[in-house]
């Protein structure tokens, strides 16, 4: 008799949502106990279809119209689109701002209380409201999978909350705003502000509103999730010291090229505090990296400085991350229960998630 499979509710169908369905519609070499999306949703409008969602067409109109509304599509808002399709699996792929961590984090709510499991690359839910999402999960029993949330494709969330506790995290250093990074590399080349970040925005490396990566606040989200992970007190962004990319920032790091430098957008992770900062490196540095490349150093006690690096954005690499935690949960891996409550300690630093907690 054929298994059941699970209803899956992609929320979100910008650049990262219609490459996940891309790779949905693929028959490559993933193998999975078959998708099931019924329904699928931008800010205009939902397609709902229990018989399953033609992904086809849903890109296609997409793409040609700019949106799934209003022809062919429900004019439901996202949370009455959750209540009315009650999914088992929500791939969340929307936006949050980084003060109110909407609307990101109430429609991760809505999905965990309704008794889906969830898969996010919305960093809004862990860097502003940790507690009640922990909470929620609590309470709710379900799985939370969230490893693009910071840098991508690249594992550094599996690393810290899988791997490492053991080895007593003190710390962590990185180039992880892909866009600021890659801005950086570009002014160094000798382009100018503008056209550095022209040329970001094409290649897809910035947010929709590329303030959020000029005046700091996306690593700040990213730092806060690291923090909230990795230590009691939970942090939000607005906790993190912010040093913005302004036009001034291009005399600046052609000076640091006369220098024999260059000039990066380094972000420092500490018990308690978090920072975001524009520092001058040495040429030769393993600071100083290509476009769209990210580093993570992390400090351990009984380990030593671990490094990991790799491409941290872009849609493909995102979408692959969220394609990973998705199967992660189609089949079965991780337990259900959620984690202890933020705060409780042991005799080991560890993160306020155990690895029990599905980490994705």
Not at 249 to 257: F, G, H, M
Not at 269 to 295: C, F, K
Request: glycine letters at 12%; one cysteine or more; aromatic letters at 4%.
């Amino acid at each position: 008799m054929e298994s059941v499979r699970p209803r899956i509710f992609l929320l979100g169908f910008g650049g990262v949502g219609r490459t996940l369905a891309r790779r949905l519609l693929e028959k490559g070499p993933i193998r999975a106990p078959g998708w099931n999306v019924v329904a699928v949703a931008d800010s205009r409008g939902v397609l709902y279809d229990e018989g399953g969602v033609d992904l086809a067409e849903a890109l296609r109109v997409k793409e040609t119209t700019a949106s799934l509304g209003p022809a062919g599509a429900r004019a439901w808002d996202a949370r009455e689109a959750l209540a009315r399709v009650v999914p088992d699996i929500v791939v969340e792929a929307t936006l949050s701002d980084p003060l109110r961590g909407e609307p990101g984090t109430g429609h991760v709510l809505q999905a965990l209380r309704g008794g889906a499991d969830v898969v996010t690359c919305n960093k809004g839910p862990l860097a502003v409201r940790y507690v009640e999402v922990e909470q929620a999960l609590r309470e709710s029993g379900r799985r939370l999978r969230y490893g693009t949330t910071v840098g991508g494709i690249v594992p550094i969330l599996e690393t810290l909350v899988e791997r490492l506790p053991a080895a007593e995290i003190t710390g962590v250093d990185a180039v992880l705003n892909t866009s600021t990074q890659f801005v950086l590399h570009r002014l160094g080349c000798g382009l100018s502000f503008p056209q550095a970040w022209e040329e970001a925005r094409r290649l897809g490396y910035t947010e929709p509103d590329p303030r959020r990566d000029q005046e700091g606040w996306d690593a700040a989200m990213k730092a806060a999730i690291l923090h909230n992970l990795l230590f009691g007190r939970p942090i939000a962004p607005a906790d993190v010291r912010r040093e913005p990319l302004t036009p001034d920032s291009e005399a600046r790091a052609l000076r640091a090229i006369q220098n024999g430098g260059r000039l990066v957008s380094l972000t420092r992770v500490r018990s308690g505090q978090a920072s975001v900062e524009l520092t001058e490196v040495d040429a030769d540095s393993h600071w100083v990296l290509p476009g769209g490349v990210n580093r993570f150093c992390i400090e351990t006690r009984r380990a030593g400085t671990l490094t990991l690096e790799g491409r941290g954005a872009g849609p493909e690499e995102t979408a692959s991350g969220l394609l990973a935690d998705l199967l992660t949960l189609l089949r079965g891996s991780g337990p259900s229960s959620a984690s202890p409550p933020i705060g409780e300690r042991y005799s080991l630093p560890r993160p306020a998630w155990t690895p029990a907690g599905a980490v994705g």
